[in-house]
């Protein structure tokens, strides 16, 4: 732990985690709003039909998280997470800034150097929290769910201002994209300032420059980080150059295989080279299972940035006197919801602690799993009024967003507390990097499903809502059956 305890009763540095993450939340959600509304603009966007837009959309969204397992495997390795954290930022801001040249080349490099520096900062930021609190330390859960409020008010602000800037005439939609950098750069300079709060943990790579016989294997690691990065850099240059084509819903489908693929040749590293203990080995078990939970869930929730922000924009009343809503506005309804309720949900899981009430982890993910398919129940009765030909009333969108919420803050901070303390401790950030590889896959098929939602298939809408609901439903009631046998292969591990 570094330092003394802050007043908050939580270490201090994690102060300066929740700033720096509320600033970089603001840049990647304010940007997020404007993407599948821009590339479907036949005016001044770039005028792609429905599918195409969601699977580019699903594509960027789970290669944002993809690249989370090389970024933890680099920071373990070379940097450690402070130097990741700040490297990351500054990869980002770059990104954000080339999204607002008008051109369409920059917007794909743009979209990028993002994917490049997320993966980088997010998975270690989150492994930097977890950092902060010994193992066994009741506070873990609630200091994770802080975090996420921080998460979440960067994600609040974040769409009102990029959406009242990109989607207004008189500025345009790469003022919203630059308006995205101006908070990354934000967050890069608090976390220059007040870094000293996290103390030395995590300041040191597994390969320490300053000892002479890690040189070699430092050397030999930062030549495959320079071979994936021009390999990268090449496939980007014949992809922009018009040299090889790609069909964006066809590589959205075989990049799902290929996360798949990923994660199912990670554990079966784990499980047969790493070395593992019987009790490890039993806790990566849980975590392969918190990995398909995760998935399942993002794969429903995630459709906010791509059908659900299309919904808004096509099909939802947004007129009100002379005042027009921005459809990016509500993107920020699932933030609002988060940081209203999450010291509510803090201070009930540290409550129900206290009183050995609390619920398993994977309980917790069956309420999420059911509270998500619950918010599709409520689209599919707003589907059945736009078959009629309505707009329908914000208030559909608003019950969608806030079950979704609650069902997000029943699994996800709670999954990003449960993956650090299952996880054997030379491993930690790389399964960080495991547990958004989780999301990358939830995302990729989010913007493959979202596909369906196009506007040439309105009568198709409520069938596509219930098959959410079934499987995401279904998935929950599933982890709720099976939580005792689970609960026991975490040992004793609170």
């Known amino acids: 732990m570094s330092g003394a305890d802050a007043p908050t009763g939580h270490p201090p540095g994690l102060r300066t985690l929740f700033f720096t993450e509320l600033w970089e939340r603001f840049s990647y959600y304010g940007m997020r709003a404007l993407l599948v509304l821009y590339m479907v603009d036949a005016g001044s966007g770039l005028g792609l039909d429905d599918r195409a837009a969601t699977a580019i959309y699903g594509l960027y969204t789970a290669a944002v998280y993809m690249v989370a397992l090389?970024?933890?495997?680099?920071?373990?390795?070379?940097?450690?997470?402070?130097?990741?954290?700040?490297?990351?930022?500054?990869?980002?801001?770059?990104?954000?800034?080339t999204l607002a040249i008008p051109a369409r080349t920059a917007f794909f490099v743009g979209l990028l150097l993002i994917i490049c520096g997320t993966g980088l900062l997010k998975p270690n930021i989150s492994a930097a929290v977890g950092e902060l609190y010994a193992r066994g330390d009741a506070r873990r859960d609630g200091g994770f769910t802080l975090f996420y409020m921080g998460i979440n008010i960067g994600a609040f602000i974040g769409p009102l201002v990029c959406s009242t800037l990109g989607e207004s005439e008189r500025f345009g939609w790469h003022y919203g994209f630059a308006a995205a950098g101006v908070?990354?750069?934000?967050?890069?300079?608090?976390?220059?300032?007040?870094?000293?709060?996290?103390?030395d943990t995590g300041q040191h790579p597994s390969l320490d420059p300053r000892r002479p016989e890690d040189r070699p294997a430092r050397q030999a690691a930062w030549r495959k980080v320079m071979i994936g990065t021009?390999?990268?850099?090449?496939?980007?240059?014949?992809?922009?150059?018009?040299i090889v084509e790609i069909d964006p819903v066809a590589a959205a489908q075989r990049t799902g295989l290929l996360i798949a693929a990923v994660a199912l040749a990670y554990f079966v590293y784990l499980f047969t080279a790493a070395g593992l203990t019987a009790d490890e080995r039993r806790r990566t078990v849980v975590i392969v299972i918190l990995f398909l939970g995760a998935a399942m869930f993002w794969s429903g929730f995630e459709q906010a940035g791509s059908s659900l922000n299309l919904f808004a924009e096509r099909y939802t009343q947004r007129v009100f006197g002379s005042f027009e809503i921005p459809a990016g506005w509500f993107q920020s309804l699932n933030a609002l919801f988060v940081f209203t309720l999450a010291p509510v949900f803090a201070a009930m899981w540290v409550s129900l602690a206290r009183r050995n009430l609390n619920p398993s982890t994977p309980a917790k993910f069956g309420l999420g799993l059911i509270l998500l398919g619950a918010g599709f129940l409520v689209m599919m009765g707003a589907a059945m009024l736009v078959q009629q030909g309505e707009r329908v009333l914000p208030t559909w969108l608003v019950m969608t967003y806030l079950l979704h919420t609650l069902g997000e803050l029943a699994l996800s901070p709670v999954g990003l507390s449960a993956t650090t303390r299952l996880a054997p401790q030379r491993f930690v950030g790389q399964m960080m990097g495991v547990w958004f590889l989780g999301a990358a896959l939830g995302n990729l098929i989010a913007g493959l499903v979202a596909g369906g939602f196009s506007d040439d298939a309105v009568g198709q809408f409520p069938a596509l809502y219930l098959q959410i609901v079934l499987s995401s439903t279904g998935a929950g009631l599933l982890l709720l059956v099976f939580v005792r046998p689970i609960r026991r292969l975490v040992g004793d591990v609170e």
Do not use: Q
Request: charged share 10%; hydrophobic share 55%.
């Open 230 to 242: 021009a390999l990268i850099g090449l496939a980007a240059v014949l992809v922009l150059g018009g």
């Open 70 to 97: 090389p970024g933890g495997w680099i920071a373990d390795r070379l940097l450690g997470t402070h130097r990741a954290i700040w490297l990351g930022g500054l990869i980002i801001a770059a990104g954000h800034f």
């Open 183 to 199: 908070g990354m750069v934000a967050g890069l300079l608090y976390f220059r300032r007040t870094r000293h709060r996290l103390g």
